[in-house]
């Protein structure tokens, strides 16, 4: 039932509308449920939303496996990393560890309130070194809080970390550590070594934050909401005293995700038409012969082997928006997933580039 109202009819981008490929948003928009959701909410937009705040936060806690009270819900998950950052900020010796090429919302929060930053280079094809970052933290640990931002699959790589090398480092429990593990592209995994730490706090892990958002697989990047999932009452406090208070999510926004959070049909949905998109692209890298990192999310990055620059404006020539730079990977670009029609024509824009020299 969720195929039909979403059949696709490609409309070649224009100047005024571009083909974003830009932000790794999911192209299909809400469900045709939660849209429902979403105008139905109006006539009650009157009213505080406590009671349905609730009723999320219990199913935020059956999406994850876990219980109300292990859930904050925050405004995107960009609020939640905020608050778990600002709530280390202040103490004495605190430090936020870091690999060098990951999302920038934990090095952010950290320098607009002087924590310093600790970055770790990267391993093989940018790839997270779980060992070096392990020894920075426990060297940071030493002063005092090591908060780890752990981003899982990671962006802009697409790459997902060793789970194995991930796990005995969380489970080992270093002292005066902390892991903010951001999951926001969890659901697109394909490849099965790959393990959420939300198991880790279902064992009861108390070093753990998971942040979870619905602004990638479900679509609403524009509705604002998210949350952090942890066993440990003391960092469900942090965050929490951190954050604007439960009830200052908004009514819309909830109906949304009460509409999709248990939609299978949409989930699936999603989920093949970004395989299906993953794959035009892998099938252009190999056919342009073009290096590419695994993409197991909604977005790839591949290796243009010069500046991203004349790519970029060739694409956005054509009405295409790609990703900004990610410094140190100069040469490289990211793209997100759009539609698989959409998707082809990517490609073809591509191919011509590659006729014309650009890439
Ligand atoms: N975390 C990661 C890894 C992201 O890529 C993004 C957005 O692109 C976010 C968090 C923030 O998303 P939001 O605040 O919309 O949940």
């Not at 105008?39 to 939303?49: I, L, Q």
Request: charged share 25%.
């Amino acid at each position: 039932a969720a195929e039909a109202p979403f059949a696709e009819k490609f409309v070649k981008p224009t100047a005024d509308k571009p083909l974003l490929a830009c932000f790794n948003e999911n192209p299909l928009g809400l469900s045709m449920e939660a849209r429902a959701a979403v105008a139905k909410s109006a006539a009650v937009c009157n009213r505080y939303p406590f009671a349905r705040a609730e009723t999320l936060r219990k199913a935020c806690a059956d999406f994850v496996g876990g219980k109300p009270e292990e859930i904050v819900l925050s405004q995107g998950s960009a609020e939640a990393i905020r608050a778990s950052v600002e709530s280390y900020a202040h103490e004495p010796g605190a430090t936020l560890i870091i690999p060098e090429l990951t999302y920038s919302d934990g090095e952010m929060a950290a320098k607009r309130n002087g924590m310093p930053v600790v970055k770790v280079k990267m391993g093989k094809n940018w790839s997270i070194d779980i060992p070096a970052m392990r020894a920075a933290a426990a060297e940071a640990a030493k002063k005092g809080p090591a908060v780890v931002y752990f981003v899982n699959p990671n962006n802009p790589t697409s790459t997902i970390a060793d789970t194995n090398q991930l796990f005995d480092w969380i489970r080992s429990q270093p002292k005066n550590t902390v892991f903010l593990m951001d999951e926001a592209y969890g659901e697109f995994v394909v490849d099965p070594s790959w393990k959420s730490t939300i198991e880790l706090v279902h064992a009861g892990a108390k070093n753990v934050i998971v942040m979870k958002t619905f602004s990638k697989i479900f679509g609403m990047a524009g509705l604002r909401l998210g949350f952090a999932y942890t066993a440990s009452p003391e960092l469900h406090k942090r965050v929490h005293d951190h954050i604007a208070y439960d009830f200052f999510m908004n009514t819309p926004a909830i109906e949304a995700a009460l509409a999709e959070i248990g939609d299978l049909g949409f989930l699936r949905l999603s989920n093949s038409e970004n395989k299906e998109a993953r794959k035009i692209m892998e099938d252009l890298f190999k056919e342009l012969n073009l290096e590419y990192l695994p993409s197991q999310t909604n977005f790839c990055f591949f290796n243009l082997k010069g500046p991203l620059e004349p790519f970029a404006k060739a694409m956005k020539a054509e009405n295409i928006l790609v990703g900004r730079p990610f410094p140190p990977a100069l040469t490289w670009c990211r793209i997100s997933y759009v539609r698989p029609e959409e998707m082809k024509y990517v490609a073809d824009v591509m191919r011509g580039l590659r006729k014309k020299g650009v890439i």
